[in-house]
């Protein structure tokens, strides 16, 4: 479908690709790999014609088509989140707007001119429809959001409409960059079994090792200016890569025995003329060798030790009794929770459980409502949240800030971790300010590792880091000897840095005490990434970490079954007063609206101008519609977000 024939490109004199060639098919699902800098994004641009090649060609199978979602920064406009999921094409765009113009001024009339309908119809534009609100729910997006404006949403919405939209016209080739950053678990896995059953192909940047493993069946990894194509899927990329490795040392080491024991003879007897000519010939033999080069790796290994924190007690965190509730909504009631020294703990469970809720109230970030939280002896805490960005002094360049830490530590060694982090070279000298969101995330993590607590709180850590970046964070959590408590997505991560799983689920918390093997081998979960979110029963309950929980008597049981029946009874009726409140504001919004738009046209109307004071008698009204329609968007708003918080709570 797309082939890549001795393509070669270069920067500023770098070169990124030399004469590198490659078949992609319509099958294929393959993973793009590489340290940062090595090429990937260009291979992509290259593929997509945004940038020309060097030298070579990449030639494509005629009809053929192609989608890209970039890792960040698309765009967002007038239209509508599902006008945005079905803007297959500019062709097609063009013909609704035209549709929309054509009956809006003529709501009761056929198109006599164009057979704009038509036309649209031929699109398939009303299976588009159903298509596009189909992937928009699996994408999280709910129904009341399909008619709002694009430009309204977050970074992270945007991205998943234009996903949708890459996902309803189903190009021949899909190109993804970094797709899942901004989809929480339980919509990566469905995103993940859409992609499985995908009739094209894909070809994905992604840093996410079990997304990978899940999905691809072959690896391109792009390395010495050059692209490595495996079979199988990350895991196997990296057994046959170690394999081939092995070969080329041993290959590689062989020939430089040779080249000595040549030159060995070379050297000795050149001089002497009876066996002269036998010591050029052995140089020039070494001349015309193809000569072997040593493995490299794939990017630089990053070392960095940083201070350890001080020796705290054995209990390092208890929460004793704690009751917890947003308004009605009670999350936990009576919660008993211990955290010893040295202890990885992940909590886990699904989306909605009360996790970073949880996480917040083992920090002090939430205030304890009722019940205990006690620190342990010279427990020093400290909580990496994406809101710790807000703590960052934007006017200091990215060096500076980092420097900015009670520890002694040499610049020498701020800058290597910096550049653990992707901010290398002049980098270092941006103002934070300047920063992008995962930017600022990446330095207040890069702060906590030059001052570490010896209570560490991390909600989602690797989130914006590339692979070796966090191998180099866990490289620095190993030797780490304080306490962890984190949430974590990433598989990889967890299973290399847990030693305890916590399960949260409506209010109880479930202790494995092992690592994450052992807790989706007591689960018994489908897999690692759904273990992550199964909402499944608890097999060891516990109030207390670590303690089986106490059996009830039947009055206990009936009791504790009729409080938390009042408890859902009561939070259903809470949604259902804000989904009402949601719908009532809708209704006023729409009102507004028509009324705005019988207001506008006949402000048009020349026959208005021709009664003295009915233009102005008409502005003024116009004007407080629109005063009235301003407020209750803003109104709307804030109960449509209230009530998603309460949806997501049940």
């Known amino acids: 479908m797309f082939t890549l024939s001795e393509v070669g490109k270069s920067y500023g004199g770098r070169t990124l690709f030399e004469d590198v060639t490659l078949q992609i098919n319509r099958d294929d699902r393959l993973g793009l790999v590489g340290p940062n800098g090595a090429g990937k994004s260009t291979l992509f641009k290259l593929i997509l014609r945004q940038e020309e090649c060097d030298h070579g060609e990449i030639t494509c199978q005629r009809g053929a088509t192609v989608g890209f979602l970039p890792q960040e920064s698309a765009p967002a406009g007038n239209e509508?989140?599902?006008?945005?999921a079905t803007a297959i094409s500019p062709e097609f765009v063009e013909l609704r707007r035209k549709i929309k113009a054509w009956d809006a001024a003529h709501p009761d009339d056929v198109d006599p001119h164009d057979n704009l309908h038509a036309r649209y119809d031929e699109f398939g534009g009303w299976q588009l429809d159903a298509k596009a609100k189909q992937i928009l729910a699996g994408l999280a997006f709910r129904e009341r959001d399909f008619e709002r404006p694009a430009r309204e949403l977050s970074g992270g919405w945007v991205m998943r409409a234009h996903l949708a939209r890459l996902l309803v016209q189903e190009p021949d080739l899909l190109m993804l960059d970094e797709p899942t950053n901004h989809l929480d678990l339980e919509t990566l896995l469905w995103f993940q079994d859409y992609l499985g059953a995908y009739p094209g192909g894909v070809v994905i940047i992604s840093h996410d090792r079990e997304f990978l493993n899940s999905l691809v069946t072959g690896i391109i990894e792009i390395r010495q200016s050059q692209l490595f194509k495996y079979t199988g899927n990350f895991d196997n990329y990296l057994e046959q890569r170690a394999a081939a490795e092995l070969q080329q040392l041993a290959a590689y080491k062989n020939q430089q025995r040779d080249i000595a024991r040549l030159q060995e003879f070379a050297d000795r007897f050149r001089a002497k003329a009876s066996k002269a000519s036998q010591a050029q010939s052995k140089l020039k033999q070494i001349e015309r060798m193809e000569k072997i080069e040593a493995p490299e790796s794939s990017g630089p290994v990053v070392g960095f030790s940083f201070p350890q924190p001080v020796r705290s007690g054995q209990r390092a965190l208890n929460l004793k009794g704690i009751h917890h509730a947003y308004g009605e909504n009670v999350v936990y009631r009576g919660v008993d929770f211990e955290v010893e020294r040295g202890q990885r703990v992940v909590l886990v469970g699904p989306n909605g459980a009360g996790k970073s809720t949880l996480l917040k109230l083992a920090a002090g970030a939430l205030p304890v409502q009722r019940g205990e939280r006690i620190l342990g002896h010279n427990v020093k805490e400290g909580y990496y949240s994406q809101y710790r960005t807000e703590m960052l002094n934007v006017s200091r360049t990215v060096l500076q800030e980092a420097l900015d830490t009670p520890s002694r530590v040499t610049e020498q060694s701020v800058r290597t971790l910096l550049g653990a982090f992707l901010f290398r070279g002049d980098d270092v000298f941006k103002k934070v300010s300047v920063l992008s969101g995962g930017e600022k995330s990446r330095l207040a993590l890069v702060k906590i590792l030059l001052d570490p607590p010896n209570l560490l709180l991390m909600d989602e850590p690797t989130t914006h880091l590339d692979m070796a970046s966090i191998d180099a964070l866990l490289g620095a959590m190993k030797e780490f000897t304080g306490t962890i408590l984190f949430i974590s997505h990433d598989v990889y991560f967890i299973r290399a840095l847990a030693n305890r799983v916590l399960h949260v689920n409506a209010?109880?918390?479930?202790?494995?005490?092992?690592?994450?093997?052992?807790?989706?081998?007591?689960?018994?979960?489908?897999?690692?990434?759904?273990?992550?979110?199964?909402?499944q029963k608890p097999a060891v309950s516990s109030g207390r970490a670590g303690q089986v929980e106490p059996k009830l008597d039947g009055a206990s049981r009936?009791?504790?079954k009729r409080l938390e029946a009042q408890q859902r009874q009561a939070r259903a009726d809470k949604t259902k007063t804000e989904r009402k409140r949601v719908a009532d504001l809708e209704k006023q919004i729409a009102d507004c609206?028509?009324?705005?738009?019988?207001?506008?046209?006949?402000?048009e109307n020349p026959a208005t101008y021709a009664k003295a004071g009915s233009a102005m008698h008409l502005n003024?009204?116009?004007?407080v519609v629109m005063d009235d329609l301003q407020r209750l968007q803003r109104e709307w708003e804030a109960a449509a977000t209230k009530l998603?918080?309460?949806e997501a709570e049940l």
């Open 558 to 560: 009936k009791e504790q």
């Open 620 to 623: 003024r009204e116009l004007n």
């Open 593 to 603: 609206e028509t009324k705005q738009a019988e207001l506008t046209l006949e402000m």
């Open 507 to 535: 209010g109880l918390l479930t202790n494995y005490p092992g690592d994450y093997q052992y807790y989706l081998d007591k689960t018994r979960a489908a897999s690692a990434r759904i273990g992550l979110t199964a909402g």
């Open 644 to 646: 998603a918080e309460r």
């Open 80 to 84: 509508t989140v599902l006008e945005l």
